[in-house]
């Protein structure tokens, strides 16, 4: 039974919390790779979640006054198909029948799980299929690529292992999207990149860049000075060769972050928030039941400032009794505090809508902050290589003096120019 509610004062940047759009559960914090990069400290723990949290967590969102009708689930933070696939026969047997008890649609609850697709087969394509699960893949790209950081514990490639699995899912027409980690190597080679992906029908790609975080200690895209200022260059630049073949090839290549700002300056609207940093927009529940909001980041990590984010357990405290408690006030406070210094100082702010805390926190060691070198990569750089394309393709640019492409105090910035491989566009 979940205990009574105790509501502090409201800390969310516009006063409100929620709705619940995304519930993370981890099944296991267990991984069968070992990615250079992965921010999670415990992926060698083999503990599993047991079906009476899962079915705490469903309810503590579902009883919540943040409940406004459906969400999705991912299951996340540790590889989602170490688990057997009677565990999601079972979970989703158990899913529906929750929601039958309370009187709720089958689709009030949509499952999604983000896998290294490595033992992705016929029998993971029919438990995806038969129990509706979206299936999201994490790789990086070509094999030279993709194989200098994801590796098995005994460090061996896992290009092909992957490929085996994304064919597996073509084959029997399961969409997915990729998410691609970008090092500063990967920076040199966006034309391979783009390539790649259209030659192995790859159609929708997600970049998230390689970040300090958790056990990750340094990522390789983390510098200062002059450095810090090429490597910008350097995105800048694969952004714009992404950018040409996104545009060359509209139904081949979507990319999840010009699709985003393009929307939203096409729209003309502007965000005031972000999931990741207004309180129970996202709930993330690790495998024994400890429960955070915000970023799916703060679950699996813990500071020497604050210890770890957990706000209370599914299976003794309501969501809204974690909202009362000191700990969860006072991170909420100073990460609304942090979105009220990116409003009222960044010119991307509607476009961004306050960033991530955990980025703020692994960055300078508070979430009441605003600009972070992963906001100049995740936000403004991309916003500027959007508007320069879409100026561009509207013919509202003006041509700088002795400049081929680019407006007046911009970088002169070509694909072919910078990419060491050809734009392949
Ligand atoms: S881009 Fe960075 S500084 Fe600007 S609003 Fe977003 S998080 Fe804040």
């Not at 939203?264 to 928030?273: K, T, V």
Request: charged share 20%.
């Amino acid at each position: 039974m979940a205990a009574s509610a105790t509501i502090g004062e409201p800390v969310a940047p516009d006063g409100r919390f929620g709705p619940v759009r995304l519930l993370v559960i981890q099944p296991t914090p267990f991984c069968n790779l070992d990615c250079t990069y992965c921010y999670l400290p415990d992926r060698g723990n083999r503990s599993r979640i047991g079906f009476d949290v899962l079915e705490a967590a469903l309810e503590r969102v579902l009883e919540s006054p943040w409940f406004d009708g459906g969400f999705t689930l991912l299951w996340h933070a540790g590889e989602p198909l170490t688990m057997p696939i009677a565990f999601y026969d079972e979970a989703t047997a158990r899913i529906d029948a929750l929601l039958a008890r309370r009187g709720l649609p089958g689709g009030t609850v949509v499952q999604s799980l983000q896998t290294n697709a490595t033992t992705i087969d016929a029998a993971w394509c029919d438990c995806f299929a038969r129990n509706n699960i979206h299936v999201g893949v994490s790789m990086d790209g070509p094999a030279f690529l993709h194989d200098a950081h994801r590796v098995t514990r005994t460090g061996l490639p896992t290009h092909a292992a992957v490929m085996r699995g994304i064919d597996w899912l073509q084959r029997r027409g399961i969409p997915f999207q990729v998410i691609c980690v970008l090092t500063a190597e990967s920076l040199h080679h966006a034309g391979a990149m783009a390539e790649f992906f259209l030659e192995h029908g790859i159609e929708d790609v997600g970049f998230n860049m390689e970040e300090t975080e958790g056990a990750n200690a340094r990522s390789s895209l983390e510098a200062d000075g002059p450095a810090r200022l090429a490597l910008e260059e350097r995105y800048r630049a694969f952004l714009e060769v992404m950018w040409q073949c996104s545009r060359a090839h509209p139904e081949r290549l979507r990319i999840r972050e010009f699709e985003g700002v393009a929307s939203l300056a096409g729209s003309g609207e502007r965000l005031a928030h972000t999931d990741m940093n207004r309180p129970f927009v996202i709930v993330n529940v690790d495998a024994a039941g400890h429960t955070s909001t915000f970023d799916p980041e703060l679950l699996s990590v813990a500071t020497a400032e604050y210890g770890d984010f957990s706000f209370g357990h599914v299976g003794s405290d309501s969501l809204e009794a974690m909202a009362g408690t000191a700990k969860f006030q006072r991170v909420a406070a100073e990460i609304a505090a942090g979105v009220e210094r990116c409003r009222s100082s960044c010119e991307y702010f509607g476009l961004c809508g306050g960033g991530a805390g955990s980025n703020k926190y692994w960055e300078h060691g508070s979430f009441d902050c605003s600009i972070t070198q992963h906001c100049r990569y995740r936000i403004q750089l991309v916003a500027d290589v959007v508007v320069d394309g879409m100026e561009r393709e509207l013919g509202l640019e003006a041509p700088a003096a002795g400049s081929g492409s680019g407006g007046a105090g911009r970088p002169a910035i070509w694909p072919a120019a910078l990419d060491q491989d050809s734009a392949g566009c």
